[in-house]
């Protein structure tokens, strides 16, 4: 069905069903631009009051919409943790999707997809899901949307280590593809801010944005050396670039007058790569990443959320929001009522904890990166899997269980006091441990039912595939 037949049916259902008082979806529905980054921690942006990197076009969208300050990545591994974004499911529900470089099965609808066959337009740029493969009963590369990469960065001006894709003008492309009223939705992918980093963006940073070394916010998790601040300036500076392309995506909005009426979301896949509690690791760093959200026609501004949200949760909002269908396979709820709320603070009073997780991200045995976590306001319980086999046939969820951590995130917000054999937590212990066992047993995740052949084999392929230089062996 085109378009323009979805407009006609919307328009014949309204003038037919008016009079009978059934409600009916509006076909002058949002727009939705989804700006995700690549390995980026919440404490990057100017808006959460640590860093004096300029970012204010991120900080624009979270003074003309909610910052949230509890937003987590399910998974510190980028393909898994977008692929949680795509489905509205947590990552250890997809099966192969759950691990870098495996696949997500299409048994599992995506947003793009869903919104595609609701009439929006639908495109990308830049990163989507992956790094994976793409069978034929896996996702395609396109996500259902069409790939807007065609024009590059001029190779005089590129800098080095950076993306070569001009994510601008391809989103401009893109806007000119859209027919008039039509709404549409854009993945806006980022490579920035992933190592490697040319060594000389701290110079870069300095001279264009006038951010000296001893400017660069140094979390205690990183030791404070020259050769450390200039790392993390190098980050920062590509930090800043990116938000920059942030800001001439929201000129482009505002040039073609859709500005107003587009669901604008800023996000990262997961943590900043920072010492060894950031990306892929089981702490706050590698989990927690920014998220602001501004729809300047839909919600008021100037809020700032301390709802727990999930990457499983902006799926079904988006839906919600443009008026489609959420499948049933998403396990993932709605913030939308979040959105549109007038209040800050605590607006969902049930978001009180979130549980993120990793299962592999190129790692050999006998190393393990496997964990679940569950934060709350007050703590964070860690649990870390060994991946050791136990005798067949897997049965026992406690068998792979290698060490147990507790923090109290209140007092000791980068987590380098470890209180689990604090006797006077004991009860805190076990109470995140029922909690966080309640959860994963409700979602059906396999390291608490048990339900491990899936894991195994998709662990033993990508082990393979990485052997190989990640050529597909399957």
């Given at each position: 069905m085109t378009y323009k037949s979805i407009v006609l049916f919307f328009a014949f259902f309204i003038l037919f069903n008016t009079d009978r008082g059934i409600a009916v979806a509006q076909v002058n529905r949002p727009n939705i631009l989804l700006f995700i980054t690549d390995d980026e921690s919440w404490f990057e942006r100017g808006a959460y009051g640590k860093t004096k990197l300029p970012t204010p076009n991120f900080d624009r969208v979270a003074k003309n919409g909610a910052l949230f300050l509890n937003a987590y990545s399910s998974a510190t591994s980028c393909a898994p943790a977008r692929a949680a974004l795509l489905t509205g499911r947590n990552f250890w529900e997809l099966k192969q999707g759950a691990f870098i470089q495996a696949w997500l099965p299409r048994e599992f609808p995506v947003l793009t997809e869903l919104l595609k066959n609701a009439g929006y337009h639908v495109g990308l740029t830049g990163k989507a899901w992956g790094p994976g493969i793409h069978p034929e009963d896996g996702h395609p590369a396109n996500l259902g949307g069409k790939e807007y990469n065609q024009v590059k960065v001029d190779?005089?001006?590129?800098?080095?280590?950076?993306?070569?894709?001009?994510?601008?003008?391809?989103?401009?492309?893109?806007?000119?593809?859209?027919?008039?009223?039509?709404?549409?939705?854009?993945?806006?992918?980022?490579?920035?801010?992933?190592?490697?980093?040319?060594?000389?963006?701290?110079?870069?940073?300095?001279?264009?944005?006038?951010?000296?070394?001893?400017?660069?916010?140094?979390?205690?998790?990183?030791?404070?050396?020259?050769?450390?601040?200039?790392?993390?300036?190098?980050?920062?500076?590509?930090?800043?670039?990116?938000?920059?392309?942030?800001?001439?995506?929201l000129a482009l909005l505002e040039k073609e007058g859709k500005l107003d009426n587009t669901i604008v979301i800023?996000?990262?896949?997961?943590?900043?790569?920072?010492?060894?509690?950031?990306?892929?690791?089981?702490?706050?760093?590698?989990?927690?990443?920014?998220?602001?959200?501004?729809?300047?026609?839909?919600?008021?501004?100037?809020?700032?959320?301390?709802?727990?949200?999930?990457?499983?949760d902006i799926a079904p909002t988006v839906l919600q929001a443009a008026t489609v269908s959420v499948p049933s396979s998403m396990s993932g709820n709605s913030f939308l009522n979040t959105l549109k709320s007038t209040s800050s603070g605590r607006v969902d009073k049930k978001r009180d904890f979130t549980v993120t997780g990793l299962?592999?991200?190129?790692?050999?045995?006998?190393?393990?990166?496997?964990?679940?976590?569950?934060?709350?306001?007050?703590?964070?319980?860690?649990?870390?899997?060994?991946?050791?086999?136990?005798?067949?046939?897997?049965?026992?969820?406690?068998?792979?269980?290698?060490?147990?951590?507790?923090y109290d995130m209140t007092n000791d917000r980068w987590q380098e006091k470890n209180l689990i054999d604090d006797k006077k937590y004991t009860k805190v212990r076990n109470d995140l441990k029922k909690k966080l066992t309640q959860y994963a047993l409700q979602t059906k995740d396999p390291r608490f039912t048990g339900d491990m052949s899936t894991f195994r084999e998709t662990r033993h392929y990508v082990q393979e595939r990485r052997k190989r230089g990640y050529k597909d062996v399957k």
């Open positions: 190779p005089v001006k590129r800098i080095p280590q950076m993306s070569i894709i001009d994510y601008n003008a391809n989103f401009s492309n893109f806007l000119k593809s859209v027919e008039p009223e039509q709404p549409f939705f854009f993945w806006y992918g980022s490579v920035e801010p992933h190592a490697p980093f040319d060594p000389d963006n701290w110079k870069r940073l300095e001279a264009e944005h006038s951010v000296g070394l001893s400017d660069i916010y140094m979390p205690p998790i990183v030791k404070d050396t020259e050769a450390n601040r200039k790392g993390r300036a190098n980050l920062g500076y590509e930090v800043c670039y990116a938000d920059q392309r942030l800001g001439e995506a800023v996000t990262a896949d997961n943590g900043t790569t920072i010492g060894n509690k950031g990306k892929i690791s089981p702490y706050d760093s590698g989990t927690h990443v920014p998220l602001a959200i501004m729809w300047p026609a839909g919600m008021s501004g100037g809020r700032t959320v301390s709802d727990f949200v999930n990457f499983p299962e592999w991200h190129g790692e050999t045995e006998p190393r393990s990166n496997s964990f679940r976590t569950i934060t709350t306001d007050r703590f964070a319980y860690i649990v870390r899997y060994s991946n050791h086999r136990p005798v067949e046939p897997y049965t026992d969820p406690k068998a792979e269980i290698s060490s147990e951590e507790l």
